[in-house]
């Protein structure tokens, strides 16, 4: 059975900080997905990134970044330089090649303050 | 057009009321998907549509009744609904089934049930 962990619940850093979040996976299939979802205080989940089983070179985009190790089974995220803005739980989440339903990890609560 | 909407944003029902929520996408998308969230947890997946017709029903109680009339549109019908069953409810869509591919999600549907 697929499973994600967020063993950390909640972050609090000052502005222009860098913080990780971590995720760490479980999984029996090959072909899998990985995803994170910002969900800012409104409600909307924002899809942020996906990577493939197969694809384990890391990601940037501006302020964030992405480590994939599949050695380790973990898909960290970090922002760098954070914003207020960046204040939102985020999720973490999988899918299998083999079961299409998306499995939540349960959620970082990050604070940024200025 | 890359939204999800969703219609209201709040709603207050008694038990005995009968309401529907909506949610609309045209982004071409032939799968969608209604999600529980309760507060300080991951989303909970209901239902999923896929190409118009109910594929997954993770056994959601009969009060909870989805409906797909086009592709485009999504409802969830509420009838005798229980003071737990107050939570987000979030529609997804995505373009299809596929594990891979990502969801996009709306603002939400705030319901209490009194």
Redesign the interface.
């Given at each position: 059975a697929q499973k994600v962990t967020q063993a950390q619940t909640e972050i609090s850093v000052v502005e222009k900080e860098d913080v990780t979040l971590d995720c760490v996976y479980e999984t029996r299939d090959t072909?899998?997905?990985l995803?994170w979802?910002k969900q800012p205080p409104?409600?909307?989940?924002?899809?942020l990134i996906?990577r493939?089983s197969f694809d384990e070179q890391n990601e940037i985009s501006g302020r964030y970044s992405w480590n994939f190790q599949k050695s380790t089974s973990s898909f960290n995220f970090t922002i760098t330089a954070s914003q207020v803005v960046d204040s939102a739980v985020y999720?973490c989440a999988l899918?299998?090649?083999?079961?299409?339903?998306?499995t939540?990890?349960?959620?970082i609560?990050l604070s940024v303050r200025p | 057009d890359t939204e999800v909407t969703q219609t209201p944003k709040h709603l207050v029902m008694g038990m005995t009321n009968k309401k529907s929520l909506k949610c609309e996408q045209h982004m071409g998308h032939r799968a969608m998907y209604w999600y529980k969230q309760k507060a300080?947890?991951?989303?909970e997946?209901m239902f999923v549509y896929s190409y118009e017709k109910l594929s997954?029903n993770e056994s959601v109680p009969s009060r909870f009744s989805p409906e797909c009339p086009n592709s485009s549109l999504l409802n969830l019908h509420l009838h005798a609904l229980q003071p737990e069953d107050s939570a987000?409810y979030?529609c997804?869509s995505s373009q299809d089934?596929?594990?891979?591919n990502?969801?996009?999600?709306?603002?939400?549907t705030?319901l209490t049930v009194l």
């Open positions: 072909t899998y997905y995803f979802y409104s409600g909307e989940l924002v899809f996906r493939n999720f899918s299998e090649a083999t079961n299409s339903k998306l939540f990890g349960k959620g609560t | 300080k947890k991951p989303p997946l997954i987000l979030l997804a089934r596929s594990s891979y990502e969801q996009f999600f709306g603002p939400g705030r």
